[in-house]
């Protein structure tokens, strides 16, 4: 990707170029992360309210239901979280779709054919 960006770069500002993509990808990683994480805890902790005290107690007697209704809201937040990464991602290929400047083709001459 670094070759793709900064392939069209005047030779004195590759490196300016090269570092800006490496800061680009590193602060989109820490914050899509931070993001989706944050997606995830809040649609799983949604689907069980009290869990802390609820996990405890059903642990502690022995209760399988309660750590099963655990297990179905991690797996309810995990999905939403790979739901909004795939919507992201769709869009921001769209995006990426869009915005690509591709050169034409250059005219062929008589002499080329």
Known sequence: MTLTVVHGVDERETGIASALINTAQQLGAALGLAVLTTVSITAASTRLPDAVTA???GVTAGD???VTTAEQALSHGYA???L???VILFVAAAIAAL???TPGQPPTTAAQR
Do not use: D, M, R
Request: proline share 0%.
């Open 99 to 101: 915005l690509v400047n």
């Open 64 to 66: 399988t239901s309660l």
């Open 55 to 57: 996990l405890n107690e």
């Open 84 to 86: 909004a990464a795939a």
């Open 80 to 82: 939403t979280g790979y």
